[in-house]
Structure formats: C-alpha cells, structure tokens
C-alpha cells in the first residue's frame, strides 16, 4: 500500500497493535487501517510537520548587501550563547569544545533560572534496571584524552560559520515553525514512529543503535529519537527530545550527533537544539550534546547502541535525561514547560527524515541504516527496550502503541520478536529505490 499517495489528510498509514510487547512472528499481519481524517487529526498525521530542520527567515532575514549588519548581529549573538571557556579542546571533527563554569552555562541565562546551579543527580525511577554492560560512549573531542575539568560542563562552540548557514539570528538553532500545517501537500517530513496516548506519562526510555544515514542534501536530514509531547500542536505544544541525528543546515557536516530539543510554544519563540539557547541545564562533564558519536553501527557486523531515559524528578519536576547506564548528562527545569511542567501526554520513538525532493521523484535520503526493517538485527535500525514512566514513578514497558509509517515503500517498520528485548522495533529504508521512487 502506498500511504503517501492517499488522499487522506496525512497521507500517512497509522495501525494500532494490540500490544508492542510483541515477540510473536511477525504474521499474522498487524491489523491495518489507513485513516482518512474525518475528525480532527490524532497527534501524529499533523505532528509530522513539526520536526523542522530547515531555518526560515521571518524578520531579520541575511539580505545580500548587508553584510557589515548581518556580520555584528552574529557576533553579537555568538558572544551571548558561547561563554568564556575555562579550557577549550579542538576535535578531530572540527568541532571546538569549551569547557564552560557549569553556573555560567547559557541554561543561567534565562529569566528563570538566574542565579541558580547545576543540581546533583535525582533517585531512579521505580523499576528501573541499569544495563549490565556499562559502554564507554566515547565522542572524538575525547579521543586526544583531554577532559573538562570537574566543575565545568563541555559545550560545543557556535561558530560563525555555523550562523551563516541559518537564515536569520532568531531561527538559529531552532526548528522552522511548521508552515506545513496550512500547507498539508508541501509536507516533506516523513515518519516511521511508534506512539502511546491517552495515559499521563513521566518519562521514557529506549535503547537505539547507532547509524550514520546518508543524508542527500543540505536541507534534509535524518534522525531517531524519543519524543515526549504535551499541550496542543499547532498552539502551545510541549516537547522534549532526545536522540542521534545528522543535520548538515545545523551543524555543516554529515555525522551523527547526540542531540536534545525542547519547546513550550510548538516552536515558536521558545527552545532550540542542545545549549543553543538558555534552558537545559548540563551536569556532566564527559559528553558534549550536539557533537558527534564516534563509532557508528556496522551493516551486518558490531552493533552501537545507546540508552537513554528521560523522566520527571518527583521532588522538583525537573525532566532528567540520563545516557545508561550512569551519565547524568542534566535536566530540563520543571519551569521551561506549560504543559510538561505536569506530565506528557504522547510518547513517541522512531525515525525521520526530511524529503526535500518536489513531487514526482523521492529523496535518497536514508532512515536508520538505510535498509528496510524486515532485514532484521544487525542490518536494520532497531529501538528496544522500549519503555514509559507511569504516575506512580514505576518504569513499564510500553503497551498498547500504535504505528504511524509515512511512505513504507520508502521506509518502513516492524515489531522486534526478540523477548529480550521487550517492547522493541525495527525502522528505516534506503529512501529513492526500487519501490520509492
Ligand atoms: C527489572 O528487572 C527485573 C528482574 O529481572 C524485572 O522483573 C523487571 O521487570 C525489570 N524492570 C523493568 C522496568 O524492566
Ligand atoms: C553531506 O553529504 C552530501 C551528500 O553527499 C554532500 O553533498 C555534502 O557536501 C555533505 N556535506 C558536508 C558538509 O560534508
Ligand atoms: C504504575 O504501574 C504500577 C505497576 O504496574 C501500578 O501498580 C500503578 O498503579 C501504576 N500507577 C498508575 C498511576 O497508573
Ligand atoms: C518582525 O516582526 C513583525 C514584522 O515586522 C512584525 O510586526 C514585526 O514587524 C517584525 N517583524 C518582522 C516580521 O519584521
């Protein structure tokens, strides 16, 4: 079935599988249902237009001839987000690493959280079972030995370079506001995700592997994440988001970055990626989020997994992200949030990319490893272990999730049948093929 081609709404295919636990063959089929939008959309079918990584102009757009003014701005705005560094540690990658006081870190930054410091690590949440193999996720700024220091956390340095690639200084670093909502035909995100609703959620957790997609043109991109959601798409909508991405508009290259995002006004004014913008707080000095993952998962060989689990610190609120099984790498304060600031209403995990190619034609652009998930472990993208944080604080694997598959001939999505692995999938696709095209 080609969903992408319906003239339904989203002009997605959704099913709802009665369980995600799964470990059963994977026939019979998963009952499938397209849905035609009669009543107003389920999350997903609109929230495929929300993961923007192209940055529009609005106001003070670079205009040719301009360029003393465009010039100032961005040094005047790179002197506000980069703070003077302690240390500074060049990367083989060409990123540059500074080494920031952890009470002078842009999160201070904000109206909010003036004045305050980095807080120590919370309790787990009930059930949670650290992984056994503790795996050393090494970055490149790291491979030199060098280390931020105790007492400072490791931000990767905006460059100049980096702001020029954005169109203007206000979209730097954040998502475009999704003009796809009024303008459903020109939708160029495409999912493959499974997603719980209808219950209040405190956290999440997956264990994904690693992969480093070919991304076809500067203004597509592809990522795996975690993404918790609250409040209403479209007006205030509620996010955190947690995964691997490449996004050469970003960042002006290719490699697979650790990164998080967070909004309370559906991407509006508020949030931004990483520490591009006052808001999340970093507590470990090990990791720099939004620089790039050393090893990479082989096709057929070594899998590279990460874990990562985001939940709502009882006592104060605050959403925690930790990388398992011991890297506290900070939290994202109760009051940056609306809705979040009580619970998350959606979860969701998988993949997308962003489909620049007009009509008629299809991206290369891969998902995952670039290959369909039936082709299983070790050759597709999986996320496992897949589990929620529910209103008693007690980790549960997922129920009850539903799938939402944009193009499948394009790229696709199956539940594991490992029952070690609990509540798991595989996802992803070569994008243009033989059947996308
Ligand atoms: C943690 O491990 C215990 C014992 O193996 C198991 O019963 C429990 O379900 C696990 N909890 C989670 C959240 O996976
Ligand atoms: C990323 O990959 C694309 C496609 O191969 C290529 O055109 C582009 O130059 C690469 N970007 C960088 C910064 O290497
Ligand atoms: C959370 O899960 C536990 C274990 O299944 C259950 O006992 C508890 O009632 C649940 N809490 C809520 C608020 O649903
Ligand atoms: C920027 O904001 C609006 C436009 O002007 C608007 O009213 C303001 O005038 C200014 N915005 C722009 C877009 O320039």
Known sequence: ?????????????????????????????????????????????????????????????????????????????????????????????????DCILSHQQPAF??????????????????????????VEILQLWRMSGEVCPEGTVPIRRTSEADMLRASSVQTFGKKMRSHVLTDISNNAHEYSIVFVDGDQYYGAQATINVWQP????????SLAQLWLAAGTIGVDLNTIEVGWQVLPELYGDNSTRLFIYWTNDNYNETGCYNLMCPGFVQTNNGIAI??????????????????????????????????????????????????LEDHAS?????????NSVPMGSHTSTQMGSGHFAEEGYSKAAYFQQLQVVNGSNELLSLQNAEAVVSYPNCYDLEPGNDPNWGSSFFYGGPGRSGTCA
């Open 346 to 354: 959606e979860v969701h995990f998988g993949g997308e990319v962003v």
């Open 1 to 97: 079935m080609d969903c992408g081609t319906s003239s339904s709404f989203c002009s997605c295919c959704r099913w709802r599988s009665s369980s995600f636990k799964i470990s059963l063959s994977r026939s019979p089929i998963i009952p499938i249902f397209v849905l035609f939008l009669l009543v107003p959309s389920p999350f997903f079918c609109q929230a495929r237009s929300l993961e923007t990584a192209t940055f529009r102009a609005t106001n003070q757009t670079f205009q040719p001839g301009d360029e003393l003014q465009k010039l100032k701005m961005i040094r005047a705005h790179l002197k506000d987000i980069n703070k003077p560094p302690l240390k500074t540690i060049e990367s083989p990658d060409g990123d540059i690493i």
């Open 109 to 134: 930054d904000h109206p909010l959280l003036k004045g305050q410091k980095p807080l120590d690590p919370p309790k787990m949440p009930k059930g949670y079972n650290s992984t056994t193999v503790a």
């Open 290 to 339: 939004g620089s790039p993952l050393e090893s990479m998962s082989s096709y057929g060989g070594a899998q590279i997994d990460i874990t990562l689990l985001v939940w709502k610190e009882r006592d104060t609120g605050n959403w925690w992200l930790l990388l398992e099984p011991n890297i506290f790498l900070g939290y994202w304060p109760s009051v940056l949030f609306t809705h």
């Open 214 to 221: 070919y991304v076809a043109a500067q203004s597509e991109m």
